[in-house]
């Protein structure tokens, strides 16, 4: 007689910690990692967001929202937005204060407005990338 | 700003997370993070001059 045994897989739940840090790393940039206390990570991952948010702001980069283009083309805004949403407060504290969403001419001509757009689009993808990495801390999933 | 000055900003700023997020080791994440780094730099240097013949 074969005995076949069958692998017991034990899935262990999320804390609820772990999805608040997930929030915090979101909407924060590097809050997530200085709740976990990792310090260095915080300043490093954090820093390079908050770096790279700005430097696009002054280099007069634009972000993106729903408000802006008409009809199908309103559609084309949703990944570029999802990408800036990536930047938590620092987004939606510029779209209440209408920072870096107007279209203007002039600062479409600046010689950096595409390296501006860039590094806004990228800060919000890094700060996506934080978030995961802040939150598997937090689960356990990572030392 | 000057371009490259850009570029390298940019390589900085993306493998300083790419290095912190991957690997265990500490060592082992400056090395993949300088890597990143190089590879950003030196694909950035080798498509500029592509482009440069391109007109």
Same mark, same amino acid.
């Given at each position: 007689?074969? $005995?076949?045994?069958?692998?017991?897989?034990?899935?262990?739940?999320?804390?609820?910690?772990?999805?608040?840090?997930?929030?915090?790393?979101?909407?924060?940039?590097?809050?997530?990692?200085?709740?976990? $206390?990792?310090?260095?990570?915080?300043?490093?991952?954090?820093?390079?967001?908050?770096?790279?948010?700005?430097?696009?702001?002054?280099?007069?980069?634009?972000?993106?929202?729903?408000?802006? +283009?008409?009809?199908?083309?309103?559609?084309?805004?949703?990944?570029?937005?999802?990408?800036?949403?990536?930047?938590?407060?620092?987004?939606?504290?510029?779209?209440?204060? /209408?920072? +870096?969403?107007?279209?203007?001419?002039?600062?479409?001509?600046?010689?950096?407005?595409?390296?501006?757009?860039?590094?806004?689009?990228?800060?919000?993808?890094?700060?996506?990338?934080?978030?995961? /990495?802040?939150? /598997? &801390?937090?689960?356990?999933? $990572?030392? | 700003?000057?371009?490259?000055?850009?570029?390298?900003?940019?390589? +900085?700023?993306?493998?300083?997370?790419?290095?912190?997020?991957? $690997?265990?080791?500490?060592? /082992?994440?400056?090395?993949?993070?300088?890597?990143?780094?190089?590879?950003?730099?030196? &694909?950035?240097?080798?498509?500029?001059?592509?482009?440069?013949?391109?007109?």
């Amino acid at each position: 007689m074969v $005995k076949t045994e069958k692998a017991i897989e034990r899935v262990e739940p999320t804390p609820a910690l772990a999805w608040l840090v997930g929030l915090a790393a979101w909407f924060i940039p590097g809050a997530g990692h200085l709740m976990t $206390k990792h310090w260095v990570r915080a300043l490093l991952m954090g820093g390079s967001v908050w770096l790279c948010f700005f430097l696009g702001l002054w280099m007069g980069g634009h972000m993106f929202s729903l408000s802006t +283009g008409q009809g199908s083309s309103q559609l084309l805004q949703v990944p570029p937005m999802i990408a800036n949403l990536g930047s938590g407060a620092l987004y939606i504290v510029c779209y209440m204060l /209408d920072i +870096g969403f107007a279209d203007d001419l002039v600062q479409a001509a600046r010689a950096t407005y595409e390296y501006g757009n860039t590094f806004l689009l990228i800060a919000g993808l890094l700060n996506y990338l934080n978030m995961l /990495d802040a939150f /598997d &801390i937090a689960a356990g999933r $990572k030392p | 700003m000057r371009h490259f000055l850009v570029m390298t900003v940019f390589a +900085g700023l993306v493998s300083i997370v790419f290095g912190a997020v991957a $690997k265990d080791t500490p060592r /082992d994440r400056c090395i993949y993070g300088l890597k990143v780094f190089a590879e950003f730099m030196l &694909i950035g240097l080798v498509l500029g001059w592509i482009l440069y013949f391109i007109p």
